[in-house]
């Protein structure tokens, strides 16, 4: 049986800067690679050298018959400086939206995607006195490519910033770094919140874009008995950052697995032969879940899916997972849930923050000629975009 998505579905494929342009020099994650080599964080040098050849790989996502694609603008080239900001970073950005849009495809922008300037974070970061107002001059200039841009992310996955800003801050105060069962920090959190707040009305009044930000969903399940735990647990990852997004355009939903919480709190996830090269439950089910519980949190806001996908080196699985996820997903819109567009990520074989090894991409990437080599999976994707159907 052929199933249909609503009309004007967008189907895409999404990156972030950090994890394909390359010599991301000024920003903290670039930072960290450096401190922390020692600790296994492997270095992102020239990633995917995206910078230069992000032409090549919109062309490949257009001509597959995708019709979107996500990227992000990286604020440490456009701020190298405290309030220095370059028109040569902003142009070269705005060409990336121009070579999209000339190609058919929609862009949706992200203004922050987990990294930000060096200098912010010697401020303080997110905890930093001015961090609200200094986020703020920056989405101002980003605000001045903007124009024709329909989407536009403010914050990428704030509950992660939290957790991974939150373990600096750890360290900071001279405890233990948590590599398993940290939480997302709610002081970060709410400084977020804060960012995010300040920011949407000023874009959406500069540009005309719909803005929101994506959370990282968990598609959480309480074991039985564990329904306050679980609830809790629910609140300090998901709720907390999707409640701001009742007053936004859209909500972008970003889903991988799902996990048991029972009275102890998250189960890790166990061995299994199927397990993703993240670690995580292959659980194609979980989009399903995320989406559902969105929309009890934001209710009418419009839902995007701003990230879906699975880290394997077997493009059938990943086929499989994706159609599977794609089923999920029809059902929660037949059940009458708003959602906009699917956004598969990602487009490439990219840098997964501090590893290389796990593989989400449709096209694979040589690292040393830089040779884009397109997956069955994005020619299997272009086509469900084709016929707006599975």
Known sequence: MTRYFPARFLWGAATAAHQVEGNNLNNDWWQLEHVAADYGVEFSGDALDSYHRYPEDMQLAADAGLTAYRFSLEWSRIEPSPGKFSLAELAHYRRMIDTATGLGLTPVVTLHHFTHPIWFGELGGWLGQDAVRLFRRYVEHACTILAGVEWVC???????????????????????????????????????????????????????????????????????????????????????????ARDDDFIGVQSYTSQLVDENGVVPHPEQADNTLMGWAYRPDALGIAVRHTHDVVGATPILITENGIATTDDCQRISYTAEALGHLLDAIDDGIDVRGYLHWSLLDNFEWGRWDPTFGLIAVDRTTFERRAKPSLAWLGQVARANAI
């Open 154 to 244: 403010t914050i990428n996955e704030p509950n992660i910033v939290a957790v991974n800003h939150g373990q600096q801050r750890r360290v900071a105060q001279g405890l233990e770094y948590q590599f398993v069962g940290a939480l997302p920090d709610a002081e970060i959190g709410q400084a977020l919140i804060a960012a995010h707040r300040a920011a949407a009305p000023l874009i959406r009044a500069a540009t005309g874009a719909k803005v929101g930000w994506t959370v990282a969903n968990q598609a959480y399940v309480p074991s039985p008995g564990a329904e306050a735990k679980f609830d809790e647990i629910q609140h300090i990852w998901e709720d907390m950052y999707l409640e701001p």
